[in-house]
């Protein structure tokens, strides 16, 4: 992400692919493990979209990844709010979005993408798992890799927030759960209820209060 955004601030476009990171970093600043075996790269855009809307990149990026692991594995995976995608209930790619404001559309967008791939990922971090794993075998990182742009420019070369939407939705884990979401406005409790046409997860509390959230750290509370 730091190299991308030094070739950002120079005009270019393109990805910008690690085989391993010393400080890979997840949501709000965390700290994420990136050893060698995982597919870790980061795509520069320019996107056409309101400043408003931008946020629906992390869900489109979320929805290709899935689609290649879908095509190349036959994998189901689903898509947990905002940004990370599982299998079984585990974390197997996060997606991390970081932009530069414009004064309509962003100056340009840096998708980092983390997927496990080749590293035993379950030793270390019960909540995760990786490909190898899941399928018992080592996998090519570089089709997995052309499989994942394929699919985002696919979806960035005709963008359209309502197909991505649709698409997030019926790949969604989060909807219809209970959750526990900490947001830079607090931390709030309820109902994943829909996501939004920016993006924004609406939480439906235990009082009927409807809350909206943009950005934040989605914890699963209970099974649907």
């Known amino acids: 992400m730091d190299v991308a955004r030094i070739l950002a601030e120079e005009g270019k476009i393109g990805v910008v692919v690690a085989e391993k990171q010393n400080r890979g970093r997840g949501r709000r600043g965390r700290n994420w493990l990136s050893p060698e075996g995982g597919l870790y790269f980061t795509l520069i855009v320019r996107p056409e979209i309101p400043s408003k809307k931008a946020h629906l990149l992390s869900l489109a990026s979320g929805v290709a990844v899935a689609r290649a692991i879908k095509k190349e594995y036959d994998l189901s995976v689903t898509l947990k709010w905002p940004n990370d995608v599982l299998y079984g209930g585990r974390k197997v790619a996060g997606i991390l979005l970081e932009m530069a404001p414009g004064e309509k559309v962003p100056k340009y967008a840096l998708i980092g993408i983390g997927v496990n791939v080749n590293h035993p990922v379950s030793q270390f971090e019960s909540s995760g798992v990786a490909l190898c794993e899941i399928l018992g075998r080592r996998l ?85």
Request: net charge negative.
């Open 140 to 224: 090519s990182r570089e089709e997995l890799l052309r499989s994942i742009l394929k699919e985002l420019y696919t979806i960035f070369e005709d963008f359209s927030p309502e197909e991505v939407l649709s698409r997030w939705r019926t790949l969604s884990d989060t909807l219809g759960r209970k959750v526990r979401v900490a947001s830079p406005e607090g931390l709030f409790i309820g109902m994943a209820c829909e996501v939004d046409e920016e993006g924004a997860l609406i939480l439906k509390t235990e009082e009927g209060r409807m809350i909206r959230i943009l950005a934040g750290e989605c914890l699963y509370l209970r099974k649907a």
